[in-house]
């Protein structure tokens, strides 16, 4: 019973974490800002640590299982 919310959890933050690293990526290659009225590397830096944790607290939630 307690695995579905796991799961669940662990799957909202991959795909957050994810996305979010996706993201970035492509806008650091379109030489786009990931963020506007911030600096590039503040900005790159931020949602790269964002994203990250998000996959680390996702691999966490499935080693719960």
């Known amino acids: 019973m307690e695995s579905g919310p796991a799961i669940f959890t662990g799957s909202v ?4 974490g994810g996305g ?6 492509v806008r650091l290659r ?3 800002p ?3 009225g911030v600096s590039p590397v ?3 830096t931020a949602a790269g ?3 990250s944790a998000a ?3 996702a691999v ?3 080693t719960r299982l």
């Open 55 to 57: 996959v680390l607290l």
């Open 49 to 51: 640590l964002a994203g």
């Open 30 to 32: 379109q030489r786009a």
């Open 34 to 36: 990931v963020a506007h």
């Open 13 to 16: 933050f991959a795909l957050f």
């Open 42 to 44: 503040v900005s790159a």
């Open 60 to 62: 966490w939630c499935f």
């Open 20 to 25: 979010l690293l996706v993201w970035t990526a």
